[in-house]
Structures are given as structure tokens and as C-alpha cells.
């Protein structure tokens, strides 16, 4: 069943290029993220059915805070892939791993084993890549690299609420109910939308709901598989390969979904963000070891 972590790292990259997509074509930051969130929420309440049992409502607080770090992710992510590219943006996705482990060993002070330094020095040298490789590509590309970390540090700590309390409220139920505060929260985006919903181009609203249904759909089939399957070190191994495919479907067949980023950058430039991502896979791959 290892092919179910597969198949969500490779559609991560297009949920993300579909997103840049619709902001491009006229959807806006806000707008575009409030009709996505929605999607996303729809996906996920499909798990409702495999709940094994009703929820402990006692342990609602919980999925709540959850929530509300699931939702800030959410608002950075979509601020990184508005400031800088995918093939950027969507490998550093995979640091999130780090701070799961870091905030783990947080919440259930350990020593921190010499593996996880490595790895993150190792996820260090990823970004330093995946920024350009030089200081100066590194500053032009500073936006995206900062918001795609506060992204990965909320997405890790909802992470971890998710791993060490969700069993009290119910694993389905408690991830249901994050992706529920993150549409709620959505609600605030109305009164800064740049003009009302309805005007929004209908190019814009399908890819904007396509890319929050891909976001949905491969968090959902990675949540289910580990919560029902279990080899959660396994799943998250090969669940990091995201990190390779973003790089590699901006710079193979990105151009016939509509992005232009390996052209515009050249072969030299996407080389260096595959090596990077590459990098990045070994920081994962040597945190989970």
C-alpha cells in the first residue's frame, strides 16, 4: 500500500500550480484562497463515513488549536505561492517534517537525537539551494522561502496535535474538524476581498477549486493510510518525494499546464532546485532514521 503516500506527493505539485493559476488569472490571493479552503474542506468531510466512532467531545479544544495552526499554514502557503515560484515553493513543503520532529520532541522532552541535527543541517543546505544558490538569487527569492517555512512550522504543529491528541477525540473527526476551522476562518477573507466573489474570472474559480480539491484529496489519502494502515515512517519517507516531483513537473510539463518558470529561469537555474530538493529528500529520509 505504499503506493498511497505516491500518489499524494505527486498530486501535491499540481494542487499548487493550480493555485499560482488562478491567482494569475484574475482570482486574487483571497479570493482564491477562500474558494479553495472550501474545497478543501469538502474533500476531507468525505472521511466522515470511516470514523470508527462518535467523537469525545471533551478533547474538542484540541482539534480546535489544530485548526487553527492547520489554517495559518493554509494563509502562508498561499503567500509563498503567490510571491515566488512553484518549483520553489512546493519542495520546501517538505520541511515540514523537521518541525514535526522538533515540536515531538517539544511536546515529549527527549534528547534530541544526533539525526535530527544532521537532517536539519541537511534541510539547510536544501533551502540555501532552493533559494538559488547565491545570496543574491537567495534575497530575490526570500519572500517564498520565509513564508514556505511559517507555513511548514503551522502545517508541523497541527501535525503534531494531530499525532499525539487526535486518538482521544477521534482520528477522523479531529482532522475533519481542522479542515472545518480552516473554512470557517476562510469567512474573514470577505470583507478584504479586492471585489466580490461573483467577479471573479470562471478560469480563475475552476482552478481554484481544482486546487484546493488536489491539496484535499492527498492530504486526505495520506491521513487515511496512515491512520488505517499504519508504516507511518515508511509513507512519510516516500511522501517526501514531493519534493523532487514539484521541481521536476514545473520543469518537464509545466509549460502545457500553463507555467513558464523552467523557461524563464533556464536549465542551470531548475538544476540547482532539483539538487535541492534532492537534498531536501536525504534531510527527510535521515529525520525519519
Known sequence: MLFLPLASA????????????????????????????????VVFAVS????ASAPDWRYLP????????????QVFTFLAIRSGDVSVQSPLMGVKVIFVALFSFFLKPDEVPALLWAGSGLAAAAIFLLGGASLRAFRKNARTVLWSLVACACFGASDTLASYRSSDF??????????????????AFIPFFSAPLRSVPKPAVRLALLGGAAVGLQGLILNLALAFLGQATAMNIIYSTRALWGVLLVWLIGHKLGNHEAALHGHAVMAKRLAGALLLTAAVVTVFL
Not at 466522515?48 to 470514523?51: D, I, Q, S, V
Not at 484540541?62 to 499554514?73: D, K, T, V
Open 62 to 73: 484540541w482539534a480546535l488549536l489544530g485548526g487553527l495552526c492547520f489554517f495559518g499554514g
Open 10 to 41: 505527486l498530486i501535491y505539485p499540481f494542487g499548487a500550480l493550480f493555485l499560482k493559476r488562478a491567482m494569475g488569472e484574475g482570482g486574487g490571493l483571497l479570493r482564491t484562497g477562500f474558494l479553495s479552503n472550501f474545497a478543501l474542506f
Open 170 to 187: 477521534g482520528p477522523v473527526p479531529f482532522v475533519v474538524v481542522m479542515v472545518a476551522v480552516v473554512a470557517a476562518g476562510s469567512l
Open 48 to 51: 466522515l463515513p470511516f470514523a
